[in-house]
């Protein structure tokens, strides 16, 4: 069994500071590790993925993450934001073989302000 | 263009009706995902399908059904037996050897 945890359901934080997302997961077996981001009323992009290799992975709209195995954490991070990047952020899990369906955690709200 | 498409984007049923969602895909993918969203939570897994003509419960499954006549469709059904269906509804999709999941935009149904 698979189960994320993101510990902050909320994020406030000015526009051009940074900002780290967390995220924490526990797993039985070894997982590939996904950050997706949903702006309202849509369907969920990719912003990067963790399969194997290097622990910090670098995705899209300037946002990278490192993977720390050891402390079974993935956190999410950005050196300055920008009003667009308000949106809701999920954390997931999937495992290398079976269904293979992503695990969610439960969401952290990205509220960049001016 | 490729990709996934969801329809309607809203959709109203009343007490007691089944209603389908509609979930295509042109990305050639074999394995499809339907996820429920309700507020201030995560996803979760209703139904998935790897292959034509097969199809195995998630973890939310009671209440709904799925068919998977076809590579490009896999419609979700909701049925009367589902107590609470009001929520958000994603379609993804996944091909062989490959664990990055393509989402549709969602469909969002509301029982009046």
């Known amino acids: 069994a698979q189960s994320v945890t993101q510990l902050d359901s909320q994020v406030p934080v000015f526009e051009e500071a940074p900002v780290e997302l967390r995220c924490n997961y526990s797993s039985s077996v070894s997982v590939y590790l996904f950050w997706y981001v949903q702006y309202p009323n849509q369907g969920l992009q990719l912003l990067l993925k963790?399969?194997?290799?290097?622990?910090l992975v670098k995705g899209i709209n300037g946002f990278e993450a490192e993977f720390n195995k050891s402390q079974t954490s993935f956190h999410l991070r950005k050196p300055s934001v920008h009003i667009s990047d308000t949106a809701e952020y999920f954390c997931a899990v999937s495992s290398y073989t079976g269904r293979r369906a992503l695990t969610f955690g439960s969401g952290t709200r990205l509220q960049v302000q001016p | 263009d490729g990709g996934i498409t969801q329809s309607p984007k809203y959709l109203f049923r009343k007490e007691g009706q089944n209603v389908t969602l509609s979930c295509e895909q042109n990305?050639?993918?074999?394995?499809m995902y339907w996820y429920r969203q309700d507020p201030g939570q995560g996803l979760r897994l209703i139904y998935y399908?790897?292959?034509?003509?097969?199809?195995q419960k998630g973890d939310i499954a009671e209440g709904y059904s799925v068919s998977r006549e076809k590579k490009e469709s896999f419609p979700l059904t909701v049925t009367s037996a589902q107590k609470n269906p009001t929520a958000f509804y994603l379609c993804?999709?996944?091909?062989?050897?490959?664990?990055?999941?393509?989402f549709g935009p969602g469909t969002r149904l509301t029982v009046l």
């Open positions: 399908s790897q292959i034509v003509n097969d199809f």
């Open positions: 993804a999709s996944r091909t062989v050897g490959y664990n990055e999941q393509f």
């Open positions: 963790y399969l194997s290799g290097s622990t």
């Open positions: 990305l050639n993918h074999d394995a």
